[in-house]
């Protein structure tokens, strides 16, 4: 079974903070993705990445930037973490373009 | 812009039949996913579809008909386990990437 792997599964930080969530994927997929997911919004892309050391903006880049230096690990970084960040981040990966992705538990991050 | 809708929730009996609809309007289709997601836990992969037509897994079927930007879940014999939201998502293709666009989820709860 695929395993994915967010390094917390709650965190409370305060404005301003440079918060990192680490996610590590132990089946060797080529992408790994970013996502938030708030209340009557869904889920929504944040960055994703298709190979080491690249990356792709998605929906909601703005406020995030991310890090993939190794192939089984993509981190997101919060460069000044704001209120309206508070949310529930899921991290996600799948073997190639076109197949499912599989999730994470989550990480639910509340900015104080 | 990219659209896709789905009901916010719906209610159904232990035993019944359900159908949850996705219709879709987006450029770049390469595809729709189902997914369903349990009170706090992490997605998971029910369905994909890339043809027109039925495709059927065990209790669970999903519809597409991309002319008609239109999906559906069919969920059989309801459980009470069947409880979740179910997130329709659609595969695009932009500009050298993929991206999967969720909707906002439709929350069900079956009753007994």
């Known amino acids: 079974d695929v395993k994915v792997t967010q390094s917390s599964r709650y965190l409370v930080k305060r404005t301003g903070e440079k918060v990192f969530l680490e996610c590590v994927q132990d089946m060797d997929h080529e992408n790994m993705f970013w996502y938030r997911q708030d209340p009557g919004l869904g889920l929504r892309l944040i960055y994703f990445s298709y190979d080491v050391k690249m990356k792709e903006k998605g929906d909601i880049p703005e406020g995030y930037s991310v890090s993939r230096e190794k192939k089984e690990r993509f981190s997101l970084i919060l460069e000044s973490a704001s209120t309206n960040q508070t949310s529930m981040y899921l991290c996600?990966?799948?073997?190639?373009?076109?197949?499912?992705?599989?999730f994470g538990d989550g990480t639910r991050l509340s900015i104080l | 812009g990219q659209n896709i809708d789905q009901p916010t929730e719906m209610t159904a009996t232990e035993g019944a039949i359900v159908q949850i609809n996705c219709t879709y309007q987006?450029?770049?289709?390469?595809?729709l996913f189902w997914y369903q997601q349990h009170a706090g836990e992490a997605p998971t992969f029910l369905s994909y579809?890339?043809?027109?037509g039925l495709e059927e897994k065990g209790r669970f079927s999903s519809f597409l008909s991309r002319s008609k930007g239109y999906s559906y879940l069919l969920l059989k014999e309801l459980q009470m386990k069947d409880s979740a939201s179910y997130l329709c998502a659609v595969l695009l293709r932009g500009a050298g990437s993929y991206q999967l666009t969720f909707g906002k989820g439709t929350k069900l709860s079956v009753i007994p």
């Open positions: 579809n890339v043809l027109d």
């Open positions: 996600a990966s799948s073997p190639r373009v076109g197949q499912p992705q599989h």
């Open positions: 987006t450029s770049g289709f390469n595809g």
